[in-house]
């Protein structure tokens, strides 16, 4: 099993900056991929960006140019680094681990507790 914690939530006014991290421990032989998805009320939870152990991303196109993913293998941690923060962000984010096989990214096995991030002036 694989645990995942995450932390760097918050409320911050449209245009700000908030950086999100996401630590992993437990069986960690058994991933060597990394992501962050968002839920947003009534909406489906959607992919925001991935990162293999190699340094692969992934991004949706609603974040690029606006959010980077990073990781840091020694820590096992992952983080979301999220510029130009608009309304249409708010959502709960949730960290994910999973594979990272021939170009594609798969999750859903793993999954934090989710953390809040509201963007409102």
């Known amino acids: 099993q694989v645990q995942l914690v995450e932390s760097g939530g918050g409320l911050v006014q449209p245009g700000g900056s908030l950086r999100l991290s996401c630590a992993a421990s437990g069986s960690i032989f058994s991933i060597n991929a990394m992501g962050w998805y968002r839920q947003a009320p009534g909406k489906q939870r959607e992919l925001v960006a991935s990162i293999s152990s190699g340094g692969s991303t992934n991004y949706a196109d609603s974040v690029k140019g606006r959010f980077t993913i990073s990781r840091d293998n020694a820590k096992n941690t992952v983080y979301l680094r999220m510029n130009s923060l608009k309304p249409e962000d708010t959502a709960v984010y949730y960290c994910?681990?999973?594979?990272?096989?021939?170009?594609?990214?798969?999750?859903?096995?793993?999954w934090g507790q989710g953390t809040q991030v509201t963007v409102s002036s």
């Open positions: 994910t681990a999973g594979k990272y096989i021939s170009g594609s990214f798969y999750f859903g096995n793993y």
